[in-house]
């Protein structure tokens, strides 16, 4: 049973791995830590994807044992499915009030044996994690590699047959439960709330999301994922293996009319990667990247992007002015080829990925009172030499909350928020002062 | 402790029930084959592999899974262990490299001692090197699989050599990174020296004007973090300072330093004078040769710690600069000092040097018009060599031209390699925002003057970078593009031209069309390199990577460790960064040392030398091998008033190489953990008969 009173060191908001990586340095100096996460498994959007630049590492291979080690950890406790409420600031730092959303199953008691899944009559679109491309039970385990794994019921689809019950071997299933209040006694919190992407439809000259065979690269890293929905690629319209597939770069980033002036810093990345997983996966497909400036800065990613050439991946500099479709759903893209005379080409594709740009998780104004800036992403004013410092005194914040960035990016900045509160702590503790070398 | 189990508190949640087993004890070994996401289960058949093993001796359970790395995966394990009683783990997987931490962990929470864990790797020693050839892979697998078992059969608990650790740490480098690095170590509550081989702190940002994207002046930024590291007790800074010898390892390094001397005092009162009377005269490489300095100098005004100092390397010993010193205010004849420490842990933060562009290198070195963008750093700080004035040849510039990516993004067969034979084939990644604000501030104080921008892409990546990209092209700077193959050229306009230099570009924003850029300044934005630190590389056996810069380990599992374990990276020295994200990776390096030497003690792998005393026969062929210092000697026993000797390792010096085992023609050593018999053992499993399988699908 989680204690309705909880004393920590450090409250840490968000799950992801920026938020697990804060969590697991900051617990190995021996702090103590509460990990605060919304959704009902910790993960952070990294879970979703399929393999990771630059090493094309297995997604799950990196993410999976961060969560067990999150999870397992000695010094951290989990608070999965919980919200934080309210904030107030105290002597020894905040009191912070968290709410614990209903499961409708004992948490402490369900071992994760999916027998309920087994016998719950009723398959609801998996949208979370799949965009509808999968089905789960009204009563479910929220992916196969959750932490914790413990079933939820979504209560306004359940109809209330109570097979679930008969079924549980450990008895842990309660309609009744409402939610709980915890309180949380913190000496400083870490904001580590992530990202969202940009919306996929938001732009009428993409076909605003009407476009079946128009996604975003979010959707195909699912399509990629060996968790993914079908194990395959398969394009939406009708079931069919792409034979050709473009990439729209900057289709939600450094766009003033969608209010993202700002470069998203990983799309040029990950559209590159998920080219070369396509062309392992689909050998005899094409694929074409359309780009304003191809930004792999990072230590090893010009290499990255070279190869990509190399593989016979196309890269075209032009910008998108639209995208339509004939009558069999092919995506049609009409672009301003830059390297060709600004020749404008009317390209038809099997598939379109738009690669969207990466907008703030969460507002921390309103709980936390951390000013963001006019990005949307928390406002840290000594971006320079105090990379993790917010306006709050003893509110810190890491990876995507504090703007773009990818996940080797994201750990190094956990790496460095977990210097900067512990340091704080150490300042604040009130032990004397060692004494001065000279 | 509740006995048996009742709903509400089911038996997984008891820890540390399972008792190690004594070597008596029949081995009960349960097998796990991982599909690691199909990494390894495309190629081999992993059901396949689980189901042969099945049946071996000694097996109890065998299973194949998605991600045995995931929480489900290991609590497979974990459950086999408390409820079928395995006292041995076999896992066919990834790298052990990746994950062998992951699985030590799960098999130490279920109660029973991580080493009797093996890991069998399937994925780098398998299927990605098979992949062609997905049933021999399986077969393989089966072979590798097996002799793990047999392996796990012999496999006794160990524990971790457990060492008392320094609360100290060295940083090395005094830029932006070995600042912050040094001051979150402090921070936390452990001592830190840092040492610098110039004379003063600071590094490049001293040089810079102003930094994006904050667009404070940089000296405002480096006085705010060395005011803090001033007022930090715990940092003891040693300047005119090098790492010149080392020993030990993490916990416990002890390392050697020398240091020059100033040769003048702190409160000398005449530095004017001394400085105008010193006659040599040597490019001033603060100001990256765009002015000369003195043997006497300070590279400039409130630089830490303050006050000039000798350039021994320079100083002709003519004593002018004597005149003016009372009290043996300069002494020519100081000597460098040596000194030992001890510390626990090491943070390299070497930082980088820019990109020297070869002679003639687009007129670089050839024509006085060609400058690289910290020349023109230099040219537009305030306390630069024009007083921040942007002239050449005496007037205002009025047109120049900025080409993006020199030194950098460097292709084989079109550039010039540098002498190890490589190219710089990475992106410098600063260079971009760095020209871009350069123009910015041009065109400030010069708004009439004409900039044009030559790159290849722009790549203003970071949080507020883009700005620097959107308000120079509303400052009218003209943007063309160029594409590798075709590098822009520069040489000089007529004679009695208006502009002095042309600069050529084959411009792909204008469908590829040849134009002629007339500019009286061309600056080069050239990329990052690592300062170089062969010597530390040698002394701390660290490496570098193919683009020289020094290597983590992992990009994601371990981005700023080296794979020497206390030894971690900060900054510039590990690749081309900004100053926020060389301060990011400093903080990050500060918070792992902290992790390591914070407890005050380290543990180090079991796997060391032990010796079989009734074997041994004293003979010191072991000690004669031996690669480190220390780890064995022949000590003196004696028994029934005869005296003899044998062989005594001191495990904490043992790297655990087994050189002596080879050498022994006793067998009287074993590596721990990796003993002779196991060897034998698993090759007998690796060659013998496989099982037969029937009906299992592939
Ligand atoms: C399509 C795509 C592909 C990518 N591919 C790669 C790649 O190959 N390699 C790479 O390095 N990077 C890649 N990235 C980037 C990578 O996903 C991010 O860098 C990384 O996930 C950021 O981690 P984070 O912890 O900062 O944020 P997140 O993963 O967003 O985690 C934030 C967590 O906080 C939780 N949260 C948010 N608000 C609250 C709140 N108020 N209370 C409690 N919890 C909250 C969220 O539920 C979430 O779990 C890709 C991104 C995209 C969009
Ligand atoms: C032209 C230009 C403009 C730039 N402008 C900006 C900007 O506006 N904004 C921004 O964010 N970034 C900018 N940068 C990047 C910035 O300069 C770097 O991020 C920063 O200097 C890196 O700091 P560092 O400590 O890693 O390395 P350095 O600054 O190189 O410091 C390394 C230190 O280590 C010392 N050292 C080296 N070897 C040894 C040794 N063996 N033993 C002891 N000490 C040693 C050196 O003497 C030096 O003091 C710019 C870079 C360039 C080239
Ligand atoms: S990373 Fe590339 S695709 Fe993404 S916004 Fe930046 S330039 Fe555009
Ligand atoms: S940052 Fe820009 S100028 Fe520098 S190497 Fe990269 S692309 Fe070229």
Same mark, same amino acid.
């Given at each position: 049973m989680k204690s309705d009173k909880i004393h920590v060191d450090t409250l840490v908001v968000g799950g992801g791995i920026a938020g697990m990586q804060a969590s697991l340095d900051l617990a190995n100096q021996g702090h103590q830590v509460a990990l605060v996460e919304h959704s009902p498994s910790i993960g952070g959007m990294m879970i979703g994807l399929s393999k990771v630049f630059p090493t094309l590492d297995c997604c799950s291979c990196i993410t999976t044992p961060k969560m067990a080690a999150t999870a397992h950890h000695e010094n951290i406790q989990l608070l999965t499915y919980c919200e934080v409420q309210s904030v107030t600031r105290n002597d020894d730092g905040f009191s912070v009030q968290v709410i614990q959303k209903p499961r409708y199953v004992i948490e402490d008691n369900c071992t994760g044996c999916r027998s309920c899944e087994l016998v719950c009559p009723?398959?609801?679109?998996?949208?979370?994690?799949?965009?509808?491309?999968?089905?789960?039970?009204?009563?479910?385990?929220p992916f196969t590699t959750a932490v914790p794994q413990k079933a939820i019921i979504d209560i306004d689809s359940c109809i209330f047959c109570g097979k679930c019950i008969k079924a549980c071997p450990a008895d842990c299933i309660d309609f009744t439960q409402t939610p709980q209040t915890l309180r949380v006694e913190a000496r400083t919190i870490i904001l580590a709330t992530g990202f969202k992407v940009t919306p996929y439809d938001a732009k009428k000259e993409y076909g605003a999301g009407n476009l079946r065979n128009v996604i975003d690269a979010m959707m195909m890293e699912r399509l990629l994922a060996p968790t993914g929905p079908y194990g395959r690629v398969l394009r939406p319209s009708d079931g069919k293996l792409p034979d050709s597939i473009a990439y729209v770069q900057c289709a939600g980033s450094r766009d003033e009319t969608l209010g993202v002036p700002y470069c998203s810093r990983v799309c040029c990345m990950y559209a590159i990667k998920q080219a070369m997983l396509i062309s392992g996966a689909l050998p005899m497909a094409d694929v074409t990247i359309y780009y304003m400036d191809i930004r792999t800065f990072g230590k090893g990613y010009e290499q990255f992007y070279q190869n990509a050439k190399a593989m016979g991946i196309e890269f075209v500099k032009g910008k998108v002015g639209r995208i339509v479709e004939d009558e069999d759903q092919n995506p049609i893209v009409r672009v301003e080829l830059i390297d060709d005379n600004s020749r404008v080409a009317e390209n038809k594709h099997d598939l379109v990925v738009l690669s969207v740009g990466m907008l703030p998780g969460y507002d921390t104004q309103p709980i936390y009172d951390v000013a963001t800036a006019k990005d949307g992403f928390v406002q840290i004013p000594d971006s320079n030499v105090a990379p993790t410092v917010t306006t709050q005194e003893g509110i810190f914040a890491t990876g995507t909350a504090t703007g773009p960035m990818d996940i080797v990016d994201s750990i190094i900045t956990a790496g460095a928020v977990a210097a900067e509160a512990s340091a704080y702590m150490h300042l604040h503790s009130g032990s004397p002062a060692a004494p001065a070398a000279d | 402790m509740p006995e048996q189990s009742d709903k509400s508190n089911p038996p997984e949640k008891e820890l540390g029930l399972a008792p190690d087993p004594s070597p008596e004890e029949e081995p009960r070994i349960g097998v796990y084959v991982c599909n690691c996401g199909g990494n390894i289960g495309d190629v081999v058949n992993c059901k396949q592999v689980a189901e042969a093993l099945r049946n071996i001796p000694n097996v109890v359970t065998s299973h194949s899974n998605m991600f045995m790395c995931s929480d489900p995966g290991q609590k497979l394990i974990t459950d086999d262990i408390k409820e079928k009683g395995i006292n041995r783990v076999v896992i066919g997987a990834c790298s052990i490299f990746l994950h062998e931490q992951t699985f030590r962990q799960a098999v130490e929470r279920a109660g029973l001692n991580p080493y009797l864990y093996y890991h069998v790797g399937l994925r780098e020693q398998d299927s990605w090197v098979h992949y062609n050839h997905p049933e021999d892979a399986t077969e393989k697998a089966i072979r590798l699989m097996l002799a793990g078992v047999a392996k796990a059969r012999k496999m006794e608990p160990l524990e971790p050599v457990r060492l008392q650790a320094e609360k100290h740490a060295l940083v090395i480098g005094g830029g932006v990174a070995g600042l912050r690095t040094a001051l979150d170590i402090a921070r936390s509550g452990l001592k830190v020296t840092l040492v610098e081989k110039s004379h003063f702190l600071g590094g490049r940002v001293a040089q810079w004007e102003r930094v994006f994207p904050t667009g404070e002046t940089a000296r405002t930024l480096l006085q705010r973090l060395l005011e803090q590291v001033q007022a930090e007790p715990d940092i003891t800074i040693h300047t005119g300072a090098k790492v010149v010898k080392t020993k030990g390892y993490v916990g416990n390094f002890q390392i050697h330093i020398r240091q020059q001397p100033r040769g003048i005092k702190a409160d000398f009162d005449a530095v004017d004078q001394a400085i105008a009377a010193c006659p040599v005269e040597i490019p001033d490489e603060f100001n990256y040769g765009l002015k000369t300095r003195k043997a006497i100098y300070q590279p400039y005004s409130g630089c830490y710690p303050a006050g000039p100092v000798v350039d021994w390397e320079h100083c002709t010993h003519c004593e002018k600069c004597l005149e003016f010193s009372h009290n043996h205010d300069i002494n020519l004849d100081d000597t460098p000092i040596e000194f030992d420490i001890n510390v626990g842990a090491v943070a390299v933060a070497t930082g980088f040097r820019p990109y020297e562009p070869f002679p003639g290198e687009m007129g670089y070195g050839k024509f006085p018009e060609v400058i690289t963008l910290p020349q023109l750093e230099r040219l537009l700080a305030a306390d630069g060599p024009t007083g921040g004035k942007l002239e050449w040849n005496g007037r205002s510039v009025r047109s120049l031209a900025m080409i993006h990516c020199v030194g950098s993004r460097q292709v084989d067969d079109v550039h010039q390699p540098q002498p190890d034979g490589q190219v710089n084939n990475y992106c410098s990644r600063v260079c971009c925002t760095a020209t871009l604000n350069a123009a910015n501030i041009i065109h400030e104080r010069l708004p009439e003057t004409r900039i044009y921008d030559?790159? /290849?892409? !722009?790549? /203003?990546?970071?949080?507020?970078?883009? &700005?620097?990209?959107?308000?120079?092209?509303?400052?009218?700077?003209?943007?063309?593009?160029?594409?590798?193959?075709? !590098?822009?050229?520069?040489? #000089?306009?007529?004679?009695?031209? +208006?502009?002095?230099?042309?600069?050529?570009?084959?411009? %792909?924003?204008?469908?590829?069309?040849?134009?002629? =850029?007339?500019?009286?300044?061309?600056? =080069? @934005?050239?990329?990052?390199? #690592?300062?170089?630190?062969d010597d530390l590389i040698g002394l701390f056996n660290i490496t570098p990577g193919n683009d020289r810069f020094l290597l983590e380990v992992h990009p994601k599992l371990s981005p700023v460790e080296t794979s020497v374990v206390g030894i971690v990276l900060a900054g510039t020295a590990q690749g081309p960064m900004n100053i926020q994200e060389s301060c990011t990776a400093a903080a990050a390096a500060a918070s792992k040392v902290v992790v390591l030497l914070g407890r005050g003690q380290v543990e180090m792998e079991p796997y060391v030398a032990q010796i079989d005393i009734e074997r041994c026969q004293g003979n010191g062929d072991c000690v004669r091998v031996c690669p480190q210092e220390d780890a064995i000697k022949?000590?003196?026993?004696?028994?029934?008033?005869?005296?003899? %000797?044998? @062989?005594?390792?001191?495990? @904490?010096?043992?790297?655990? *190489?087994?050189? *002596?085992?080879?050498? *022994?023609?006793?067998?009287? $050593? &074993?590596? =721990?953990?990796?003993?002779? &018999? &196991? +060897?034998?053992?698993?090759?007998?499993?690796?060659?013998?008969? $496989? #099982?037969?399988?029937?009906?299992?699908?592939?």
């Open positions: 009723l398959d609801l679109p998996d949208v979370e994690n799949e965009f509808g491309r999968t089905a789960h039970r009204v009563i479910y385990v | 030559v790159y /290849t892409d !722009i790549r /203003t990546y970071g949080r507020g970078h883009e &700005d620097y990209y959107t308000l120079a092209s509303k400052n009218g700077v003209t943007f063309l593009r160029y594409f590798v193959e075709d !590098i822009p050229e520069v040489y #000089p306009a007529e004679k009695g031209s +208006y502009y002095s230099m042309l600069v050529k570009v084959k411009d %792909q924003l204008t469908w590829g069309e040849e134009i002629e =850029l007339p500019v009286d300044l061309v600056v =080069l @934005a050239v990329g990052m390199m #690592p300062n170089p630190v022949l000590e003196t026993f004696s028994k029934n008033g005869t005296s003899f %000797q044998r @062989a005594v390792v001191t495990p @904490a010096n043992c790297n655990g *190489c087994g050189v *002596c085992v080879s050498t *022994c023609s006793h067998r009287a $050593i &074993d590596v =721990l953990g990796w003993r002779l &018999d &196991d +060897y034998e053992a698993m090759v007998d499993a690796i060659t013998a008969e $496989i #099982p037969v399988l029937e009906g299992v699908p592939a």
